[in-house]
């Protein structure tokens, strides 16, 4: 298994710990005749409290590259792309970008990269691969958890 998919398991293992179910790995949206998305999973879980069926889409990354701002710029590309198409195709469904605990503790602490992350309103999972959970919720939008 790459480090990669590893990663892309550890993320789908600390949400199915707080209790989300995967429905899609990958989550296809068809937004051509010609062109599909591939966001990395889509999930969803029932709050018993409120009743509210929520559903999210996530795009795993693991910011292993040798240049983390490159990552990035990827990264934050694909967000805008995937968030556009679950605007236009499934608009109940909150899109998050699932980092690496120790590049959002370093790298997503920079001024500039926090700077972006609000001008975009980028909703974060914050996970823990080795320990396969998710640490942390950062929603610009509407707070989940």
């Known amino acids: 298994m790459s480090r990669k998919d590893q990663f892309h ?22 937004i051509s005749e010609t062109i599909k998305l591939k966001i990395d999973l889509g999930a969803e ?3 018993a409290a ?6 999210i889409a996530v795009e795993i990354k693991s910011f292993i590259s ?27 469904r909150v899109l998050y970008l699932a980092v690496p605990k ?12 926090q700077k972006s992350l609000r001008r975009y309103e980028v909703n ?5 691969p080795l ?5 942390q919720w950062i929603s610009y939008r509407d707070t989940i958890k």
């Open 9 to 30: 398991e550890a993320v789908k293992h600390g949400l199915n710990k707080e209790g989300w179910t995967i429905t899609h790995d990958p989550f296809t949206i068809q």
């Open 45 to 47: 879980t029932t709050i």
């Open 50 to 55: 409120q009743r509210n069926h929520e559903k």
């Open 66 to 92: 040798d240049s983390e701002i490159s990552d990035f710029h990827a990264a934050l590309g694909q967000y805008l792309n995937y968030l556009q198409a679950l605007e236009d195709k499934e608009p109940d």
């Open 102 to 113: 120790d590049s959002y503790q370093d790298f997503f602490q920079v001024s500039f990269i």
């Open 124 to 128: 974060l999972i914050v996970y823990c």
């Open 131 to 135: 320990q396969e959970v998710i640490e």
